[in-house]
């Protein structure tokens, strides 16, 4: 099933978008292993559960609000791009962090979802800005990073209700699957829905062309 809001954002986008949701209760899910961007990458083609306990990826986990993981992630950060350690530790402390340690994600359009995900291209996202824009009359703030940047960048859409944008980080762009011409994108479901209720897509706005994600999720889904 899609719902309305990931049809609004593929027709105005020209791309895929996926859902996501948060359990902070423990549960059942697919083995799954990986990083979150991976697993948000997967929920284009598939619809499941992500269990946290099988995540591999650090910065994912720490976005999700499990503790102690700073010192693992500054030294291995450090490790791998050379950078200094406390600098390194200091910008993980200003990235973003659930409050309460969350146990599974659901991804993809099988339930409503929290929050809506895509990777879009600059002019796609220049669309979805303006849509936004439009709607709220002012422009966008927000913080970027090249750490962690997908897995913060969902927190922070969940923790400040609003439209994130993010470049995607080495570890999200390899693993994750971010081709160069795409940025990520998530913003709550509850936002898409003021800004639908508050102007529909633009005539002028729209691509040519076919939504290719709605085709690809009325393929796969």
């Known amino acids: 099933m899609m719902w309305a809001e990931l049809t609004y954002l593929e027709t105005l986008t020209n791309a895929q978008w996926t859902g996501i949701s948060f359990s902070h209760r423990c549960c059942s899910g ?3 292993s990986g990083a979150l ?8 083609r598939i619809n499941f559960k992500l269990l946290t306990s099988d995540l591999d990826c650090p910065g994912a986990l720490r976005s999700l609000g499990f503790k102690n ?5 500054a030294a291995h950060i450090s490790e791998e791009t050379g950078a200094d350690a406390d600098c390194i530790r200091k910008i993980i402390a200003c990235s973003p962090q659930m409050k309460e340690a969350v146990c599974a994600v659901e991804l993809g359009t099988s339930a409503e979802p929290t929050l809506c995900a895509g990777y879009i291209s600059p002019e796609a996202a220049m669309r979805l800005l303006r849509q936004w824009q439009m709607a709220y009359g002012t422009g966008l703030s927000m913080v970027l990073s090249s750490f962690m940047a997908v897995c913060s960048a969902v927190v922070a859409a969940h923790q400040n209700n609003a439209l994130v944008f993010s470049m995607g980080c080495p570890e999200s762009r390899r693993r994750g699957g971010i081709a160069p011409g795409q940025l990520f994108a998530v913003l709550p479901n509850a936002l898409v829905k003021q800004i639908t209720k508050e102007i529909p897509v633009c005539r002028h706005m729209n691509t040519s062309a076919p939504a290719a994600g709605i085709a690809l999720s009325n393929s796969k889904r």
């Open 30 to 32: 697919h083995k799954q």
């Open 37 to 44: 961007c991976e697993a948000i990458a997967r929920s284009f």
């Open 69 to 73: 993981m700073e010192e693992t992630m």
